[in-house]
């Protein structure tokens, strides 16, 4: 594992925006793995950027993000497939139809997560973006005695809930499931970019990057992959030595 601590969170962002970006301009139709949530956001400001400057196209790339609320549609403002339409997509030449997100509003989940896996698996991710639960998730893999290797639904552990009830007008409107790609599933990918900022995450980054491997803290099997890069801030990588 790789660790960079940056002073600030504009050099983590530019950091792996430059990552992302590096992957694409080496392989145009490169397949790039994306995430949701607070810590993406400015990596994306500066990858738009960056393409506004013409220093990358994505005509030729795929994504796959990787997960999504059960039972919100593309069209609602809280669903992550607006949320990337939001931050990212609409505003980067990537065709619409090279993007993908698992369907949160699919009749059957398990039909859709074998329909996810197959696509990844015929498209192999070559760099995956990851963010890091207070829980030690990774995606909506949440602890657990077990951990589902593929795309699966998973009901959300309260504190996930609450962590995202700042994006909801209310507690009751955080869905209760979502279906996100597995453990194996991102393990699979060639190379892994896991995102941290905050002192809030400290502890969890700790446990994460140097504690035991454990399905009750997801990100711990991390330490299994040959290629991860791990970009903290100061406040996130303060525990560690
Ligand atoms: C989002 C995702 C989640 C987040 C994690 C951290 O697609 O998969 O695992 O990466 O919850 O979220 P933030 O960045 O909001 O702290």
């Known amino acids: 594992m ?16 430059d990552l992302l970006i590096s992957v694409v301009n080496e392989k145009p139709d490169a397949v790039l793995g994306l995430a949701t949530g607070s810590t ?34 593309p069209e609602n403002d809280q669903s992550y497939a607006y949320y ?19 369907n949160g509003m699919a009749a059957n989940m398990e039909e859709e997560s074998a329909r996810y896996d197959a696509m990844i698996q015929a498209k192999p991710i ?35 809930r609450l962590a995202n009830a700042r994006f909801f007008a209310s507690m009751e409107e955080v869905p209760g499931y979502a279906i996100t ?9 060639n190379t892994i970019i896991l995102a941290v900022r905050g002192a809030d995450k400290a502890e969890i980054v700790k446990e994460a990057l ?9 990100a711990s ?3 299994t992959h040959a290629r991860v890069i791990v970009l903290l801030d100061r406040e996130a990588g303060r525990l560690l030595g």
């Open 126 to 160: 070559d760099i995956q973006l990851l963010g890091l639960g207070h829980n030690g998730h990774i995606g909506f893999n949440e602890p657990d005695d077990n951990l589902t290797g593929g795309t699966h639904s998973v009901k959300l552990k309260e504190e996930t």
């Open 84 to 102: 990337m339409n939001k931050h990212l997509f609409s505003h980067i030449d990537i065709p619409a139809a090279q993007t993908y997100l698992p």
């Open 40 to 73: 993406p956001i400015g990596i994306y400001d500066k990858i738009v950027e960056k393409f506004n400057e013409k220093k990358v196209s994505f005509k030729e790339a795929t994504t796959f993000n990787l997960d999504e609320y059960v039972g919100i549609g």
């Open 210 to 218: 140097t504690g035991p491997i454990t399905t009750s803290v997801p």
């Open 181 to 189: 790609m597995g453990v194996g599933s991102i393990l699979k990918s």
């Open 2 to 17: 790789e660790i960079i601590i940056f002073d600030t969170q504009q050099e983590l962002d530019i950091y792996a925006a």
């Open 221 to 223: 099997l991390l330490q």
